[in-house]
């Protein structure tokens, strides 16, 4: 019994040993931006804001991240998601000097809204308040909602009374039930209004991109997703084009599934700084933050430079498929039939 719990005890040191190492080697601190959780809406609970922080993250990123911004969903982003949440958070960091070795803000979903906010106003309200701004590097936007969901514009329009089965359905898949009467964030996620907070933000930190066309729901939700899409965010937000539309693809060059070929219906125009990274048919909106590997990743961009001296870069490789007229090129990520999306995220941070 005492060999069983010493050999325990060992393996738990290890692995906490093996994540810290990993952690230190890293140039930046990772902070994680969670994005819209359902179950907030239905349970209004500040009290669990945090443990349902941590749960968000609980399966790869947490054990990996120096720190995290938690906020509530059934609140609004100029609202009391800014004064009561990411305020003190961020008066916090900058006492404590957390991105004073540089910070890279990791977010999903709505956490990219989020994130985008909080680059346009941080310096603000930090030099007012007589504190060091925070010195945002990058951030990694993992199926982000900047652009808004169109699911969020369907969810209030049902809330109004403005619904048919089609439209009650697609909302019981991504919610989990039935929309009640608090839309908290929702509002902020309809595609016009997230497209309107902070829009341009001054700041020129670069925005990295990466982005699922996977499926989830049994397909409830794609109906009313133009382009393609991960089924909550679709290709425009996610990429971060510069206008809502229906794109099928962050390139002009290479589609999601890593088919080298023109993209009539790729972005064209981006928002200011950002750039679409990585890209694949085979992760869908929740199972992209996940150490789940699900199949092969391309590449829209395959290296940026986010500072002097510090890049993110993914090796990729070319793979002829077919024969004679059915021959197809593809381009795929190094190691990505193996490692989850994450993982390959978490690689490219730099060092």
Known sequence: M?????????????????????TQAKAYKTVLIHG?????????????????????????WGALADERIDWPSFERVEGK???????????????????????????????????RYIIDNQANWLENAGLQPLNIVATFDVAGAGGGSELADVAVNVANGASNPLTEAAIRAWL???????????????????RQIASFPDSRTPRLRF????????????????????S?????????????GSFDSCSLNIATDGKVASQDK?????????????????????????DNAKGKVTAANTAIDIASNKRVAFDTYTKNEGFWLWKKQYTYVRNSDNQSMSALMFAALPE
């Open 176 to 194: 989990g039930r039935s929309i009640g009467e608090t839309l908290g964030v929702l509002n902020d996620l309809k595609v016009n209004n997230a």
């Open 232 to 244: 909550v965010v679709a290709t425009h937000s996610a990429c971060g084009a510069n206008q809502a």
């Open 36 to 60: 819209f959780q359902a179950q907030q809406l239905f349970t209004i609970d500040s009290g669990k804001l945090e443990s349902d922080g941590e749960a968000y993250w609980a399966d790869y």
């Open 266 to 290: 790729g972005v064209r125009h981006f928002l200011p700084y950002h750039y679409p990274m990585l890209m694949s048919d085979n992760y869908d909106h929740l199972s992209i933050i996940i």
């Open 81 to 115: 998601i800014a004064s009561d949440y990411l305020w003190p958070k961020l008066k916090s960091m900058s006492e404590q000097g957390t991105c004073i070795p540089g910070c890279i803000l990791l977010t999903h979903s709505t956490g990219d809204l989020i994130a």
């Open 2 to 22: 005492k060999l069983s719990n010493h050999i325990l005890i060992i393996s738990f040191l290890v692995t906490v040993l093996c994540v810290s190492s990993h």
């Open 211 to 230: 982005v699922a066309d996977g499926d989830l729901f049994l397909g409830a939700t794609k109906l009313f997703l133009p382009g393609k899409d991960d």
